[in-house]
């Protein structure tokens, strides 16, 4: 080898095979570059986009935690459309095919004139199969102006060659990347070493082309004037780029390798001297393992060093590891990354530091996916520090019941009670057993009594709003009804709706609001379900004009759910979809994605009344509950519609296999709406499958539930499946109930015809009630109404109101035409 007066051990030299496929990368939504450790990846991508006319925003991956790796991504977005940013954030990371879908659906909005290229190096390191369907999602939309570069050691996108036949995305592997006895030729010329041909192919044998080993050899040669076989590249790397720094350099990068990308002033927060900068610059002067991004003001340690510096920072003495986590803790502290700060802490051993992180926080950043995280801070956490950090405890004791972890909550609600029994300062005390009340007032749910002696407790305690209170918590707990959540006792709903809407003014004036206008929705939903559309309506008015006003998502989609009842017994079809288009826009708006899922199930209502089953989002016509974001309390609502949706797929004899299940989650709470639908869907099952007195017994069940409160509307809207067993029961135990009943199911079967003939769709087509074709048959066969009557137990009269109905159903005038149909 022979070295030039002017050598550059910076020089970049790319094969034109490598750049070849780099300049495709705007003619691919999706472009991966996967090769192992070390061959330049990185590099070369970033080289490419710094010469090219094109926009760009970069994303390491630094970790597996999913989360940290939407923050980031989130932040990215960011760069390009704040509000989309936000959105997504809120939405977190999508784990489900409907929060992938909104994810997607947010991107789409993004209003891009001209091309802009988001890349995710080291994105091996994510292994959450949720983040691979969000990306081939975002892939299969190819959205306009919007490219996306993965640099990758393994592919683990399974449609990858499916997105390579469709011509979407490309694939860089390791061929492109090595270089060739050749090439390192031209490498090393650009450096100003000249090889010959022999020692070219005696360093591709040492090397197979590798560009991190080609680049060490070119250091060794400069430093040693010789290139020796390298051992390891951990060997390589400590004989030509640790050993000859400095000792303080060496210091240095212990202290900041936690960050593989750093600001300067994060760099002096973690040296905590005043020369960060002086040695920041000599580690760019040193090699090309620390580099400036002049964009983003950032400085960059290469993946492959920040290894070999990890391993040497493990070594380390515990009180150093320790202290250089804590000083980490601190910067994000001061950032109000509090996640990222907990998570340092935690490493440090620092508790004190990791509650402190989560007071100032007051738990907004914790969310289920940090269920485990926060749970195991907690448990390891020494008790006699939790004592001194008795707001973390409320936060903590908060956070378990939304996670649905009552025994923790009880175990550890138990100590935190006699922590605060102890403090001596009266206002500070009184004041966190008055948040504490808050919080215990949701262990009493659906109990609305009960919570209210907590709210009155809390309201003699606290000395004004709530300052722990979430006001984004989700009180319907993903529930579109608020009747379904407190109806618990059987003939009390009336005195149930009268307690909540007397409670609830002074649990607004603790929490700024926070639930506002449930009351009135679940006195509209009383009237719904006896009957009384018009003060339903009165009452959804008042309901949705305080839900607005306090923001209050949850309230604003059971107000909207509903409307949209209102308007489906009335037959507005467009009402009631534009209602749900309503619903899914205030949902994307509140930032609050757990409600996508409670609008899917009021989606699924309405195709599952309009028997359209292939528009039923399918984690719900797979009864996937625990797939959704929806808290556990919520799965009888989801049972609801989920029975239905059985019922439509001509699924019976599943629904009665499961049925005991369906009626123990109903009874957990106690759910009695829940109780109510499915015992007339197992009603209907078993009157499907001939099994008329199981049917009957069902269905006496539920009338004996819904009858004293006066709920006639969950009859009505499956007569469809049970008008039959409906009208024997009462012309017998409930015969008062007879005309309400028969006023009802007619009007909302035209309604549902109405809606139907609308749609045009097959879905369209009428079908008539079990007792209906019965009458047909009867009818065709030339029976008189009065022999029709007495042939079906019914009266005279009965029977002219079904063929009347019967008539409009089918499009005909008389008689006669039934046979032609």
Not at 115 to 122: G, K, M
Not at 510 to 516: F, R
Not at 655 to 665: F, K, M, V
Request: glycine fraction near 6%; proline fraction near 3%.
């Amino acid at each position: 080898m022979l070295k030039s007066k002017h050598y550059n051990a910076r020089g970049l030299f790319f094969s034109e095979r490598l750049t070849t496929v780099l300049r495709k990368i705007p003619d691919y939504f999706l472009t991966i570059v996967e090769a192992p450790m070390g061959y330049g990846k990185t590099t070369a991508v970033k080289e490419y986009l710094n010469q090219a006319e094109i926009e760009w925003l970069w994303q390491t991956v630094y970790d597996q935690e999913t989360a940290h790796f939407w923050h980031d991504f989130c932040q990215l977005v960011a760069s390009i459309d704040g509000e989309c940013a936000c959105k997504l954030e809120e939405l977190g990371m999508p784990d489900d095919a409907v929060t992938r879908r909104a994810a997607v659906q947010l991107l789409e909005g993004v209003k891009l004139n001209h091309a802009v290229v988001l890349v995710i190096d080291d994105y091996h390191l994510l292994q959450d199969e949720n983040v691979h369907e969000f990306i081939v999602l975002l892939a299969r939309k190819e959205l306009p102006h919007l490219h996306l570069v993965l640099t990758t050691r393994a592919a683990a996108l399974d449609a990858l060659d499916e997105l390579k036949l469709k011509g979407i995305a490309q694939h860089i592997t390791q061929g492109a990347l090595e270089l060739t006895p050749t090439e390192i030729i031209r490498y090393y010329k650009t450096c100003g070493v000249s090889l010959k041909k022999e020692e070219a192919d005696r360093l591709y044998l040492y090397t197979e082309g590798w560009i991190s080993a080609l680049y060490l050899c070119l250091l060794e040669f400069l430093q040693e004037g010789r290139v020796e076989k390298p051992a390891t590249m951990q060997d390589l790397l400590a004989r030509v780029v640790y050993q000859p720094l400095t000792e303080e350099l060496k210091e240095f990068l212990l202290c900041i390798c936690l960050f593989p990308s750093l600001t300067e002033a994060q760099a002096q927060a973690m040296w905590r001297q005043d020369d960060a900068a002086a040695l920041l610059r000599q580690l760019l002067a040193q090699n090309a393992f620390t580099q400036f991004n002049a964009r983003t003001r950032t400085y960059q340690i290469h993946t492959i060093f920040v290894e070999y510096l990890r391993r040497l920072f493990a070594a380390q003495e515990e009180t150093v590891r320790r202290e250089i986590w804590r000083r980490a803790g601190l910067w994000y502290v001061e950032t109000e990354d509090y996640r990222a700060a907990m998570n340092s802490f935690y490493q440090a051993g620092d508790f004190e530091g990791l509650l402190t992180a989560l007071e100032r926080d007051k738990g907004n950043s914790i969310n289920s996916e940090y269920q485990d995280t926060i749970i195991r801070y907690f448990e390891e956490c020494p008790q006699e520090i939790r004592a001194q950090h008795p707001v973390a405890g409320v936060l903590f004791c908060r956070e378990l019941l939304l996670f649905g972890e009552m025994e923790r909550f009880c175990q550890y609600a138990q100590g935190l009670t006699e922590d605060l029994n102890r403090i001596e300062d009266a206002t500070k005390r009184n004041w966190l057993q008055g948040e504490m009340e808050l919080v215990g007032m949701f262990t009493k749910y659906n109990d609305i009594a009960a919570m209210a002696e907590h709210i009155k407790k809390a309201h003699a305690l606290l000395p004004g709003v709530s300052r722990l209170s979430d006001h984004n918590t989700p009180w319907t707990l993903g529930s579109p009804s608020i009747l379904y959540m407190f109806y618990r006792e059987k003939g009390r709903l009336q005195q149930h709706a009268q307690t909540l809407l007397e409670a609830m003014p002074s649990y607004y004036a603790l929490t700024n609001g926070h639930g506002a206008g449930v009351e009135h929705v679940m006195q509209g939903e009383l009237h719904y379900g006896q009957g009384d559309f018009e003060s339903a309506e009165i009452s959804s008015h008042k309901a949705l004009e305080l839900a607005r006003s306090g923001k209050q998502i949850g309230s604003i989609v059971s107000v909207l759910f509903l409307q949209l009842r209102l308007a489906f017994q009335r037959g507005d079809l467009q009402t009631v979809q534009a209602l749900l288009e309503e619903m899914y826009t205030e949902i994307q708006l509140s930032k609050q994605s757990l409600y996508l899922h409670t609008a899917d199930l009021c989606g699924a209502f309405v195709a599952a009344q309009l028997k359209q089953p292939e528009n039923i989002t399918p984690w719900i016509r797979q009864g996937e509950f625990f797939s959704s974001r929806l808290l556990f309390p919520a799965q009888g609502y989801f049972n609801i519609i989920y029975g239905q949706v059985l019922l439509v797929a001509g699924e019976e004899r599943k629904l009665l296999g499961i049925s005991e299940q369906l009626l123990e989650t109903a009874a957990l709470f106690p759910n009695l709406l829940a109780q109510i639908y499915l015992y007339i869907y197992i009603a209907a099952a078993n009157e499907k499958l001939f099994r008329r007195e199981a049917a009957r017994k069902a269905l006496t069940s539920a009338l004996d539930l819904a009858i004293p409160d006066g709920l006639l509307m969950p009859f009505v809207e499956n007569a469809v499946y049970i008008e039959r067993l409906l009208d024997e029961a009462v012309r017998g135990s409930y015969r008062e109930k007879g005309t309400e009943f028969a006023t009802l199911i007619q009007h909302y079967q035209k309604s549902l015809l109405r809606m139907q003939q609308e749609l045009g769709s097959d879905a369209g087509k009428p079908e008539l009630t079990q007792r209906e074709q019965e009458i047909v048959v009867l009818a065709t066969e030339g029976l008189t109404n009065r022999e029709i009557g007495v042939e079906l137990g019914i009266s005279e009269n009965t029977v002219k109101t079904q063929l009347k109905r019967i008539f409009e159903k089918l499009g005909i005038r008389s008689r006669a035409l039934l046979i032609k149909n």
